[in-house]
């Protein structure tokens, strides 16, 4: 589902990755960790499609990223989901506006969309905000949106960007919970995380520890096996 | 279809939000092109004050007073097939009554019928658009010349002067101040509009995020951004309207009698076509580089 080789990627004479390389199949869950800088999100950003592959070898999904032209980008999206740190969610529009967005940019009828997006908001606790406007709901609503907005489409791949940083611990336990239930249902899961009770509460995960752009052994001794 | 439909509604959805900034937007955009239009008006009156001028060069003909006036009258036939503008005509008998009239009271017209002195005339009016004008007019003053009992033939060579200056007017200056104006224009109308679809880069980029087609993203600013130059174009023309019925007569007065002319209606057209044209370029160039 996830091929990448030999991956590098800089920001004019700063390499933000450095060489990475790991696979990926249809169902598995992977945990990407490290310190701030370490280049989690740059690696996300390049599996979305937002930012070029610049060195070295990225598919994801069935789409080659090094030769997929910009104009057909949005058919990636339609299979990858992101969960953004800073949410990435629309202030001015309701819960409901967001969560149901990616489904009506791909055309669905009112009805689906209307059965889905309810569906996703039960399974997320944000049913009683449906109808609220993003700024006027918590920073921890926002983030359960956004994860609302990510997984309402079902994709093959979601990728996760520190999705628990604003919750508290019972919130990002709970939220675990949904990536877990899609990681089951055959949802290719990638998660940066700083948190490890996060990465210990699913053993059977793979684990890809990132430091100044390269992959690194993990310090702190994981129980997963490595990516 | 569906899709189609959605996109317009959206297009047209967006003009309603964030309304202040909608309206200091379309108010700018209404505002530069109406500066815009006073100047094309300007330009516009000009130039047809530059044509009347042109078409009013008037040849004088007087005949022989001893020329058999059945011939004068079948030569009057001959010069009104000529590519002339018009052309009015005077027995002697008409002339002196006609003078009679102008200085009414103080000439008896009827003391001086048995021994007229006043010839034949033609007063004959004749367009010298386009290139050339002095050899034309001197063309047409020595063919007039060259008819029989023709005895002068006069005209005002400085009036030539004044229209070929006229031209040189419309040609050199005219259309080059038109580019100009267009090209401010152009550039204050695109950037107010780029700057209002700037504020939506933000919801462009989630768009494109959660997997909206360029053609998703772009179709309801294209049509916003076109909504508004549309409307801004003709509320501009609203209000030239209004300046043009409150100053129609500010010059129809002796000596001007300039009449101010409101824009032709391929002008009127123009205005808001061109605004709805800068309206979507600037849109389409207000997002284009965030839909990766």
Not at chain 2, 2 to 24: C, D, E, K, S, T
Not at chain 2, 27 to 42: D, H, Q, R, W, Y
Request: glycine residues 8%; aromatic residues 8%.
């Amino acid at each position: 589902m996830i091929q990448v080789k030999h991956l590098s990627h800089s920001f004019g004479r700063y390499w933000a990755l450095k060489n990475i390389s790991f696979s990926l199949d249809k169902g598995d869950f992977l945990f990407l960790t490290g310190p701030s800088g370490a280049g989690k999100t740059t690696l996300m950003r390049v599996l979305h499609g937002s930012l070029a592959v610049q060195r070295g070898v990225a598919s994801i999904a069935g789409f080659d990223l090094k030769n997929l032209p910009e104009k057909r980008l949005y058919l990636l999206r339609r299979e990858v989901a992101i969960v953004f740190q800073d949410f990435k969610i629309l202030p001015d529009q309701s819960v409901w506006d967001n969560v149901a967005l990616p489904l009506q940019v791909r055309g669905m009828v009112s009805s689906q969309v209307h059965k889905r997006v309810r569906a996703v908001l039960r399974s997320l606790r944000l049913d009683s905000k449906s109808r609220y406007l993003c700024r006027e709901i918590s920073g921890g609503e926002q983030q359960r949106v956004a994860v609302a907005r990510a997984v309402v489409i079902n994709p093959k791949v979601l990728l996760a960007d520190e999705p628990t940083g604003n919750l508290d611990r019972k919130l990002s336990l709970q939220l675990m919970e949904v990536f877990r239930q899609f990681h089951v249902h055959g949802t290719t899961v990638v998660l940066a995380t700083h948190n490890e009770e996060l990465i210990r509460s699913l053993p059977g995960a793979k684990i890809l520890c990132l430091k100044d752009g390269s992959a690194v052994e993990c310090s702190w001794g994981p129980e997963g096996e490595g990516a | 279809m569906r899709i189609l439909a959605r996109l317009l509604y959206l297009g047209v959805i967006n003009l309603g939000r964030n309304r202040w900034a909608q309206f200091f937007t379309l108010s700018t955009v209404a505002f530069t092109a109406f500066m815009a239009g006073i100047f094309l008006l300007l330009l516009y009156n000009v130039q047809q004050a530059a044509r009347s001028t042109q078409e009013d060069i008037q040849f004088q003909v007087y005949w022989d007073p001893a020329y058999p006036m059945e011939e004068i009258r079948e030569q009057w036939k001959e010069i009104s097939s000529w590519d002339i503008g018009s052309m009015e005509t005077f027995t002697p008998e008409e002339a002196l009554e006609d003078l009679a009239g102008s200085i009414a009271g103080d000439l008896d017209a009827d003391s001086l019928a048995g021994d007229n002195p006043l010839p034949a005339t033609a007063l004959i009016e004749f367009s010298l658009q386009g290139q050339d004008t002095q050899d034309r007019a001197l063309l047409m003053r020595s063919r007039l010349m060259e008819l029989p009992g023709v005895q002068r033939v006069s005209y005002n060579p400085l009036q030539v002067d004044l229209a070929r200056t006229w031209v040189r007017v419309s040609s050199g200056i005219f259309w080059p101040l038109i580019g100009l104006m267009l090209v401010i224009t152009g550039l204050v109308v695109a950037n107010t509009l780029k700057l209002n679809q700037m504020q939506r880069r933000e919801e462009v980029e989630i768009l494109a995020l959660v997997g909206a087609s360029s053609s998703y993203i772009q179709f309801p600013l294209l049509v916003s951004g076109a909504l508004q130059g549309l409307v801004g174009g003709v509320l501009s023309l609203g209000l030239l309207r209004l300046l043009h019925l409150a100053l129609e007569d500010v010059l129809y007065f002796p000596p001007l009698w300039l009449k101010i002319e409101f824009l032709p209606l391929s002008y009127i057209l123009a205005i808001p076509g061109v605004l709805t044209l800068v309206g979507l370029l600037s849109s389409f160039l207000a997002v284009n580089n965030r839909l990766r």
